[in-house]
């Protein structure tokens, strides 16, 4: 192990800072395109079964086919697998966000609207905090789904951890195999606890389980 | 003074939801200032759309709503709601927000200082008799009647002068319920807020209301005040929905306050020194006072006790006065008062007319004599030999009007 470590070691480091913000992208673009669009297709619940049904396909396509597409479009490296692993993250947001909107009790709704509160102000204070436990799951959901998915990136050169378990297979050395897999492991792990803290203190005192 | 401009005042107003369901239809309405309104009827009779008309909850399809004289339809919806205070059935405290976030929903929306919020919120939590550490809990931590309680002043914080609660005591029991119902009218006449107030509970509107509209199938079947109704229902709905029972009973049921008081309570100006307030004490015999202005407007009351603590410091009666008295209007249903007095075990309570004037003073020892009537007279269709037979009430008494009113009110000028 240490001598894995001593000739991969710092490969090793740049390959994990790679997926991490590859990933992180990807999420970070997910969040701020799919949490918004969930809120607004709560007031549109026609639309709402088309765009999740849309998202729902592209969850489908399957990821090296999806990597593959974007060649294309966006070329190779770092560009199109961020779109790609973006598509992908995209689904568990939009729902869970939609699901825990509606599940707002009407009820508090009613109330928050005849106090005198505007749209704007009933979904920030009283709709996305009651919302949250439920939405912050789906971005938990997403980012385990995009750090494990961002390993095959690595086929459109995107580089990431991938890069060492390809090169592994390739060169039949089982040691880079699982030097590649452990890490992603542990990256989605730790992420997925970072985002658990989060998920805590976002979550109203009353709220929390 | 000419005639008052209604709070509320529905014209015509018609309300057609999607698909052509007429939920409500001519609707004509004045609420005015202090009233107590039930709107009630039976499930599908347009009282709660009548009620969410009113904050612009609902739009009507037809007519005009004026709030304070002017078209609400002209007024920002999100404007209208803030002056407007809130109840609804299911409470609707948000369990994300402590208590004293809760309370200050409007106040915060309407931008109020931080110190001044906190104040507004003890000042509530301490008018409905729950302790200030409260203010940190969290709704699911508290009661269902005392959630309510909350959701009652949190409809008041912002000092709405108008309040609309829909069924607001329906899913409480019985017990809770009743205290509610005490607060929620103690605080309507202490503050002179104006409610109108949805339920499908007579008893419940008997109870509270000073105006009541009976509704059905969208249209408003008898507009009357509480012993009207009991007294002249309009038709055979009405009957039905008060009640064989109650029709009986409430013929000796509707004696008022102001035909049992005494109408010379001791009462004595805040300019008055404390020397005269004794001696007045003493000429009456009484170990309590009521204070009251030059125009007679009830400003609270002086006690033996905190004279005699008192008298060196002090030396006008307005410097011992206690202004936090309990008192009902002339009109008020000797029953539901006599209960309240009862209750809450007061010696004596003042009576004022719908000016805050003194008018009189009810005492326990008014109340056995009515009593007596009441019971005695009511008892013939049991007892056929009881030999009390005078009527429970007099019955050919007319109200007095404003005017002998303050004939009246002469009466403790002459100390």
């Known amino acids: 192990m240490f001598a894995f470590l001593n000739t991969h070691g710092s490969e090793l480091i740049t390959k994990t800072w790679e997926q991490l913000y590859i990933s992180a992208i990807a999420l970070g673009l997910g969040v701020i395109a799919a949490v918004p669009l969930g809120i607004l297709l709560t007031r549109f619940p026609k639309t709402a079964k088309v765009v999740i049904g849309i998202a729902s396909m592209l969850q489908t396509v399957p990821s090296l086919a999806l990597l593959a597409l974007m060649i294309p479009l966006f070329g190779i490296g770092k560009v199109p697998a961020i779109v790609a692993l973006f598509i992908y993250s995209l689904l568990p947001i939009l729902r869970n966000t939609y699901i825990g909107m509606e599940d707002v009790d009407p009820v508090l709704i009613d109330a928050a609207k005849g106090m005198g509160m505007t749209a704007m102000q009933s979904i920030r204070q009283v709709e996305v905090p009651l919302a949250m436990p439920v939405i912050m799951a789906g971005i938990r959901l997403s980012a385990i789904y995009v750090i494990a998915w961002a390993t095959l990136a690595s086929y459109i050169g995107a580089g990431g951890l991938g890069d060492l378990i390809f090169n592994g297979l390739n060169l039949f050395q089982p040691d880079l195999i699982i030097g590649g897999t452990i890490p992603v492991t542990i990256l989605a792990l730790v992420i997925d606890w970072l985002l658990g803290r989060l998920e805590y203190h976002l979550t109203p005192v009353s709220e929390r389980a | 003074m000419p005639e008052e401009q209604p709070m509320v005042q529905f014209k015509d107003v018609e309300k057609v939801y999607q698909g052509g369901n007429v939920a409500v239809e001519h609707i004509n309405l004045e609420i005015h200032k202090g009233e107590f309104v039930c709107l009630i009827g039976t499930s599908g009779s347009g009282k709660t759309t009548t009620m969410r008309m009113i904050n612009r909850m609902l739009e009507p399809s037809d007519g005009q709503i004026l709030f304070n004289g002017k078209d609400i ?256 209007n002339k009109n008020a249903l000797l029953r539901d008062t006599a209960d309240r007095i009862l209750k809450r075990g007061f010696k004596y309570v003042p009576v004022v007319d719908n000016d805050q004037k003194l008018v009189g003073i009810v005492t326990r020892a008014s109340l056995v004599d009515a009593v007596y009537d009441t019971i005695w007279g009511e008892n013939e269709d049991y007892q056929a030999s009881d030999s009390a037979k005078e009527s429970a009430t007099p019955t050919d008494q007319e109200p007095a009007t404003d005017s002998a009113a303050a004939d009246d009110r002469e009466a403790p000028k002459e100390v």
């Open chain 2, 73 to 328: 339809h002209k007024i920002d919806a999100v404007k209208l709601r803030r002056q407007i205070g809130y109840v609804i059935q299911n409470i609707g405290l948000m369990p994300h927000m402590t208590i004293y976030e809760n309370i200050t929903i409007v106040p915060k929306l309407l931008k109020w200082p931080e110190e001044k919020r906190r104040k507004k919120a003890k000042e509530m939590v301490d008018l409905v008799e729950l302790p200030e550490d409260y203010l940190d809990r969290y709704p699911s931590e508290l009661s269902g009647g005392q959630q309510q309680r909350i959701g009652v002043i949190r409809a008041l914080a912002a000092n709405q002068d108008l309040i609309l609660m829909d069924e607001p005591y329906g899913a409480l029991d019985p017990i809770t319920r009743e205290a509610l119902q005490e607060l929620i009218k103690n605080l309507q006449e202490k503050l002179g807020k104006t409610v109108v107030f949805v339920t499908h509970d007579m008893d419940e509107a008997l109870k509270l209301a000073t105006q009541i509209v009976v509704m059905d199938h969208g249209h408003i079947i008898q507009n009357a005040t509480p012993t009207e109704l009991l007294t002249h229902p309009a038709n055979k709905f009405v009957e039905n929905l008060v009640g064989q029972d109650r029709l009986v009973q409430a013929r000796a049921d509707v004696t008022t306050v102001e035909q049992i008081m005494l109408k010379n309570p001791a009462a004595i100006t805040p300019g008055k020194s404390l020397a005269e307030a004794i001696s007045l004490m003493r000429k009456r015999r009484v170990d309590t006072l009521l204070v009251t202005d030059d125009e007679n407007h009830l400003k609270g009351f002086i006690d033996l006790e905190s004279l005699e603590t008192r008298y060196q410091s002090a030396t006008s009666v307005g410097d011992i006065t206690k202004s936090s008295i309990f008192y009902v």
